[in-house]
């Protein structure tokens, strides 16, 4: 009971029309994919095709890996209704040859009781989703950057599927404005014996639009497989504390799960940054459901050790990129 109503869950936060597909399908299996994928995205309601960046950009648009300088490495970790926790793990660095990074996405249902088809106590069964990327990603001459994830997916409940999908993504900036597009999960289905659960495929297109040096806004709009047109908008605030350390104020509101019951969709988050190292947290409304909790580290070494590194300079952290 517990299993089906984590699936549940996951589903009325991805919104009714993925829950009625999961529900013909017999499975919840593969949207886990549309689960946020660090805490500053989730901070910003998800929003930020056109200006996520760092090793993150892997599982949003793969063209934000273009701008690393060096190295950036990133975890996450979600707490969820019942027993869910989602955890991800990325790493990127520049190349020769572009920008190239790996992902790792898992998403436990902890461990849940199994019953015979008598009713009877049969062990226990341990639920999880995982996917890993791989991604590579460089800038045009013509100021466009590109790229391209390959992606592992494995499902267990009670049986095991695997599939294979990519995304392609592409940024750009027109004057001061940023735009993004990406085409997510493109590829085949789970495999369940006979029964083929499609992936939730999502074509992202958005903008980032910066206000001053301090903040920026970004907005969303997805078209998912299956699911009705949504949309994501945020914010964020950067200011300096002292001239080695920026804190950033986050807020976002998406769509995507209007239909979940009660407060859904909003989102509030504040992150902490250094030379070399950051730290994010967020906080977003899940309905009935209640509130999930994000946390996030996240490590660069594109600049040079504190020791020797010059003094920093503002644009140096209020920079638009959401990282």
């Not at 990325?90 to 461990?111: C, E, H, I, N, P």
């Not at 226990?124 to 990603?137: G, K």
């Not at 294979?164 to 900036?173: E, I, R, T």
């Not at 001239?243 to 009660?262: E, K, P, Q």
Request: hydrophobic residues 45%; charged residues 15%; contains cysteine.
């Amino acid at each position: 009971m517990n299993t089906l109503r984590a699936m549940l869950g996951i589903c009325l936060a991805l919104g009714p029309a993925a829950a009625a597909r999961a529900a013909d399908n017999g499975t919840a299996s593969g949207l886990f994919l549309r689960l946020p994928a660090s805490a500053a995205g989730t901070g910003m309601g998800e929003a930020g095709v056109a200006v996520v960046a760092g090793s993150p950009a892997i599982f949003v648009n793969p063209a934000g890996l273009a701008g690393l300088k060096g190295g950036y490495a990133s975890f996450s970790h979600s707490a969820w209704a019942e027993s869910l926790s989602y955890n991800t793990l990325s790493a990127a660095m520049r190349t020769r040859y572009g920008a190239a990074g790996l992902g790792l996405r898992y998403l436990s249902y902890g461990d849940i009781g199994a019953l015979d088809n008598t009713g009877a106590p049969a062990g226990s069964m341990s639920p999880r989703d995982i996917a890993l990327d791989a991604a590579l990603a460089s800038k045009l001459e013509n100021g466009l950057s590109v790229g391209i994830t390959g992606r592992y997916i494995n499902s267990r409940i009670m049986r095991s599927a695997s599939a294979v999908a990519f995304d392609l993504g592409a940024m750009g900036a027109v004057g001061q404005t940023f735009f993004g597009a990406a085409l997510q999960n493109a590829g085949g289905g789970l495999e369940y014996g006979e029964e083929v659960s499609p992936l939730p495929l999502n074509l992202k297109l958005g903008a980032g639009l910066p206000y001053g040096r301090d903040f920026i806004a970004a907005v969303d709009l997805n078209l998912t497989r299956g699911a009705a047109p949504w949309v994501a908008v945020g914010g964020k605030y950067t200011m300096l504390v002292r001239d080695d350390i920026a804190m950033s104020l986050r807020a976002g509101y998406n769509t995507a799960s209007s239909d979940a019951g009660g407060v859904s969709g909003f989102a509030v988050g504040l992150g902490v940054a250094g030379l070399a190292a950051s730290f994010d947290y967020s906080l977003r409304t899940m309905g009935d459901f209640g509130l999930t909790h994000h946390i996030g580290l996240n490590f660069k070494w594109d600049t040079p050790p504190p020791s020797t590194a010059p003094r920093p300079s503002v644009l140096q952290y209020r920079q638009p990129l959401i990282r």
